[in-house]
């Protein structure tokens, strides 16, 4: 009985642990602009590194001999992104496939469907999750145009988010540090300044 009490306990912190380490999420601000009260929690839910889906993807597509033992993470995430970027032309997504990266890329292959932003940024951040890299999709919505998708990925090597759009094949840097969407959108609204603004590079393809 004592056993089973233990075992409880320790189930019940490593879930505490879990929960204020990952989940417990909080934006109080972007710049200088207030975003969400501080007490607020923002949740990301991520898909399960293991899933089926995930392992028959990246066994299939052969990812580990475009983007395994490299030196760093960061160029395996830059590795992913270039093929993603390599494996179709833009076309129209009509009929417009499920979320699944082997079935956009079936149906892309095959001619039943094309791809835009989309389907690329889905395709490139299942890629990086079947490498256990946590990855985000990101929409933005610039004034007077069309929406575009994006995809943040988390760096290990940098310790944050970094935004990444496999439709260009780019990244941002500044001072040799890639940037994620926030802070490029601080860069480009809230520091004005040609100095500031003009050591943000874009990086295509390989770094």
Avoid at 78 to 99: C, S
């Amino acid at each position: 009985m004592i056993k089973k009490i233990i075992l409880a306990l320790l189930v019940a912190v490593f879930f505490f642990v879990i929960y204020r380490n990952i989940f417990n999420i909080k934006i109080v601000e972007i710049g200088n602009i207030k975003v969400v009260d501080s007490d607020e929690k923002i949740f990301f839910v991520f898909e399960d590194f293991f899933h089926k889906e995930l392992k028959r993807f990246r066994k299939r597509e052969n990812l580990d001999s475009e983007a395994g033992n490299l030196k760093s993470e960061f160029d395996t995430i830059v590795a992913l992104r270039n093929w993603t970027n390599k494996q179709w032309e833009q076309g129209n997504p009509n009929p417009y496939p499920p979320f699944n990266a082997n079935v956009i890329l079936e149906l892309i292959r095959s001619k039943e469907t094309g791809g835009w932003c989309g389907q690329y940024g889905a395709v490139f951040a299942q890629a990086c999750m079947s490498f256990g890299i946590p990855a985000r999709y990101m929409e933005i919505m610039p004034e007077g145009s069309g929406g575009h998708f994006l995809v943040e990925v988390y760096s290990r090597d940098y310790k944050k988010w970094v935004l990444m759009d496999p439709t260009l094949n780019v990244h941002y840097e500044k001072d040799g540090i890639p940037l994620s969407v926030v802070e490029l959108h601080n860069y480009k609204n809230h520091l004005k300044a040609d100095n500031v603004l003009s050591s943000i590079r874009f990086i295509e393809k390989h770094r």
